[in-house]
């Protein structure tokens, strides 16, 4: 029978409204080249990416939900599967520039995916000054993980100018299941599954362990989650009810200046992470400044970092394998190294204590509840979102050597990063071949001027960079 959705996976299809599209994805510029050189030939690579699918079965299959709602939805391929319709060709208003491609970036996300078809699409922007390429990539949450969405990678990309060769592609999609077929091995799955805590006691004692174990962790995080939202305070620039339509700031840094300060700063400078973290509470700091927002000494703003699971417990699956953390950006800290010395201290607690708290929580109970009670908690942790954090800013390392796409050197990479309920914006960041590129997805109405704060993020790095060592000593001491 067709795989299922985990929970978590399916606990993004449900979280999805009209507001709150969960589409995560990338925004990537390319070099084709100059005058003199042969034009980047858009149907080829369109090709390429149809030779290509075999390598990623995902995007292939689309979500069916199971009738009567007796099973989480399962995965099944697309008999009328249109590389046509996933696969699509714009192009920018002359001359063509960063602003354009920011703009049409922003529309893009603004469309949610259709449902009926497999949950991805790709753009290939054409008319982008200075001989480029954007190639904008879309796909639904439930399908990857921040890690994982690089599995688009794949298709699109290779290690050498000269593209790799693939084995001849024979997909012939399998037969789709009937309705009946789908309710009698949800029912049969059910009967077979422990659905509570207490019956699992009639299996073995290393299964015993391991549901006690699982079911602890979650409780842990729902109590976390719960204390977390009792104290948390919205702010009003972040936390605003949002619309459909979007807005997407980038900022393009270098990966060297972001070790720089983590070496200059010493045990105060924490990890690279901490860095990126302490730039994005640096640049808010700034923004918020520029808007004339009150900002007091013990002023925070609680970011939800997500953490990738993959490889934590050795087993190869699919899926989303993500937990979460909080952190509270200082903000109300004036001196950078200060800030950056706050937060790597909270990342260094939460390593040793081991405990992720986070709007995941409500759905690690999901395998032992109905799929009807798993979509209600999935849109309650949603809804409390602004109560819990204040912004998601997630950091996946890339590719450390360059990337080419049918001989086109990738130039950047920008990560794509959903809204929740009351969210005005998410900060993605991804380090690709000596850089650190970071997308604000960001609601059209609610954050205006999302440029600003792209810009607050260079000011908000070279502001690190420049503050001298002695500065971290004296901090310590």
């Keep these: 029978m067709p795989e299922r959705l985990t929970p978590l996976d399916a606990s993004f299809l449900f979280m999805e409204e009209r507001t709150t599209a969960m589409t995560v994805g990338g925004v990537m510029t390319f070099e084709t080249g100059s005058d003199e050189d042969e034009p980047f030939d858009v149907d080829a690579f369109v090709r390429l990416i149809g030779d290509r699918l075999a390598l990623v079965p995902r995007y292939r299959q689309k979500v069916r939900e199971v009738p009567g709602r007796l099973g989480l939805p399962v995965w099944v391929d697309d008999p009328d599967f249109d590389l ?30 259709d449902r009926s078809r497999p949950l991805w699409e790709i753009y290939l922007v054409e008319g982008f000054e200075g001989h480029r390429l954007a190639i904008v990539t879309k796909t639904h949450h439930a399908m990857v993980d921040g890690l994982a969405s690089m599995d688009i990678g794949a298709v699109l990309l290779d290690t050498t100018p000269k593209p790799r060769e693939v084995d001849p592609d024979d997909w012939r999609p399998a037969r789709e299941p009937t309705g009946l077929e789908l309710a009698a091995s949800a029912v049969v799955e059910n009967m077979l599954r422990p659905r509570s805590a207490v019956d699992a006691v009639a299996r073995s004692a ?45 900022a393009r840094t270098s990966l060297f200046e972001h070790r720089v300060i983590r070496r200059r700063h010493g045990a105060g400078g924490g990890s690279v992470n901490d860095v990126v973290l302490a730039v994005v509470a640096g640049a808010l700091r700034r923004w918020l400044v520029s808007r004339g927002e009150p900002i007091f000494a013990d002023s925070v703003v609680r970011a939800m970092v997500p953490v990738s699971m993959r490889g934590r417990t050795g087993a190869a699956t699919s899926g989303n394998q993500i937990s979460a953390v909080f952190v509270e950006l200082p903000v109300g800290i004036a001196d950078t190294v200060e800030r950056l010395r706050s937060i790597a201290v909270q990342m260094e607690a939460r390593k040793r204590f081991g405990r992720s708290a986070g709007t995941t929580a409500v759905v690690g109970l999901a395998g032992l509840t109905t799929p009807a009670v798993h979509q209600m908690g999935a849109r309650l942790s949603s809804r409390l979102s602004s109560r819990l954090f204040n912004v998601v800013v997630t950091h996946v390392p890339g590719p450390p050597r360059p990337l080419y796409a049918m001989g086109a050197r990738m130039r950047d990479m920008f990560p794509v990063v959903p809204l929740a309920h009351g969210q005005a914006v998410a900060i993605g960041v991804t380090s690709y071949d000596g850089t650190v590129c970071y997308g604000l997805n ?11 704060l792209a ?8 502001e690190l960079k420049e503050a001298p060592a002695a500065e971290a000593e004296r901090t310590s001491g």
């Excluded at 977390?228 to 949002?242: C, E, F, Q, W, Y």
């Excluded at 960001?442 to 600003?452: E, H, I, M, N, S």
């Excluded at 810009?455 to 070279?462: G, T, V």
């Design 84 to 113: 046509s319709y996933h696969v699509r060709r714009s192009a920018l208003p002359a001359p063509g520039s960063d602003v354009a491609l920011r703009e049409l970036v922003g529309r893009l996300l603004s469309r949610q995916l």
């Design 206 to 250: 290393a299964d015993l362990r391991q549901a006690a174990s699982s079911v602890r962790r979650s409780l842990g995080g729902l109590a976390d989650a719960v204390r977390t939202a009792s104290r948390g305070r919205p702010v009003g620039a972040l936390n605003a009810p949002i619309g459909e339509q979007r807005r997407f700031g980038m």
């Design 442 to 452: 960001a609601d059209r109405d609610a954050l205006p001027d999302v440029d600003t």
């Design 455 to 462: 810009a607050a993020i260079d000011d908000s790095l070279a």
